[in-house]
């Protein structure tokens, strides 16, 4: 089994060194395929982080996938957050989570988890200025293209938004917001090195390949 990723500096190392394609999870549009097996695809082909978005489920039937979670990625090395639920990511000693701006502020969550990897949202270039200063150790970007993943969204910012806010602050960043295989190459040369995806890869047909393919053409095109 992999060394664990224990505390702050490790995890952000792996972050900054290993991560190019950013799974989020969304059983609801998996083709009918469960979370799990979304998991064991993006793992199977070579994802280093994964992120468990579940707003469906209730706390005791999140908390049993969170630790299902918690194993699968240990055993693999990678790093495994939690979309908006600090309890959750806690009891499932989880490596993080990532905060909208309506969730606890990051500088709480520091305070429960100092070694945590903790992202937040910036869906203004302030909000990227202020990313460090509230307690995270990156940012995302978005929503870069348009995208029915969130409900609500109706402003989406553009790749060429991704250098004006990527020099708000000095910290990493992922982009995400309706991204597809198709755009790699335009988000790359914006500055983007990490890529947050959704149905790009609960929906594809073989995810083991897709995921590969996604490292691939990202690594290739930096």
Request: aromatic share 6%; glycine share 8%; hydrophobic share 40%.
């Amino acid at each position: 089994m992999p060394r664990p990723l224990t505390n702050h500096t490790q995890r952000l190392e792996h972050f900054i060194s290993n991560v190019t394609v950013y799974p989020v999870s969304c059983e609801k549009l998996g083709n009918g395929r469960s979370d799990l097996e979304w998991l064991d695809g993006v793992i199977a082909g070579g994802a280093q982080i994964v992120q468990l978005r579940d707003k469906i489920s209730d706390d005791r039937t999140l908390l049993v996938k969170a630790h299902a979670f918690r194993q699968k990625t240990r055993e693999a090395g990678i790093l495994f957050l939690v979309n908006n639920r600090v309890d959750i990511a806690l009891l499932a000693d989880a490596d993080g989570v990532h905060l909208g701006n309506s969730d606890i502020p990051a500088l709480e969550a520091r305070q429960l988890a100092p070694e945590w990897l903790i992202g937040v949202s910036a869906n203004t270039k302030e909000q990227a200025g202020q990313a460090a200063e509230a307690g995270a150790s990156y940012y995302n970007i978005g929503p870069i293209y348009a995208t029915k993943t969130k409900a609500g969204l109706v402003n989406f910012i553009g790749p060429k938004a991704i250098k004006t806010y990527s020099a708000e602050s000095p910290l990493p960043f992922t982009v995400m917001g309706g991204i597809k295989r198709k755009h790699i190459g335009e988000l790359t040369a914006q500055g983007a090195q990490r890529l947050a995806v959704v149905t790009a890869l609960t929906k594809a047909t073989d995810i083991p390949t897709e995921t590969s393919r996604w490292i691939t053409e990202i690594t290739e095109s930096k």
